[in-house]
Nanobody, 124 residues
Framework: QVQLVESGGGLVQAGGSLRLSCAASGGTFNDYTFGWFRQAPGKEREFVAAIAWTAIITQYTDSVKERFAISRDNAKNTVYLQMNSLKVEDTAVYYC?????????????????WGQGTQVTVAS
């Protein structure tokens, strides 16, 4: 099992940027695939982005392509989500998740390690 702690959320104006971090501990970081998911009030948790154990493989949901970028620093055991050109509809609690394997990156139920989440609020 790996423990995940997210940080970097906050309040930002529409069009602004935030960088979320997900610090991992307790596992072999390089073995894990990481995903970012989000959940807005009254909505189901949805996939945002993922990066496989080999950083060559990334995946994004269509609504964040060209605006968000996921990356990983294996030396720091940390995964990042750079979010640019933020929109009001990006407002949600953002969760970091981890799993072994690199298939079905966008399916939340395939991840067995989750952080507590960090709130992102985008004001108009």
């Amino acid at each position: 099992q790996v423990q995940l702690v997210e940080s970097g959320g906050g309040l930002v104006q529409a069009g602004g940027s935030l960088r979320l971090s997900c610090a991992a501990s307790g596992g072999t970081f390089n073995d894990y695939t990481f995903g970012w998911f989000r959940q807005a009030p009254g909505k189901e948790r949805e996939f945002v982005a993922a990066i496989a154990w080999t950083a060559i493989i990334t995946q994004y949901t269509d609504s964040v392509k060209e605006r968000f970028a996921i990356s990983r620093d294996n030396a720091k055991n940390t995964v990042y989500l750079q979010m640019n050109s933020l929109k009001v509809e990006d407002t949600a609690v953002y969760y970091c998740a981890a799993k072994l394997g690199r298939l079905r990156l966008d399916i939340a139920t395939t991840y067995n390690n989750w952080g507590q989440g960090t709130q992102v609020t985008v004001a108009s």
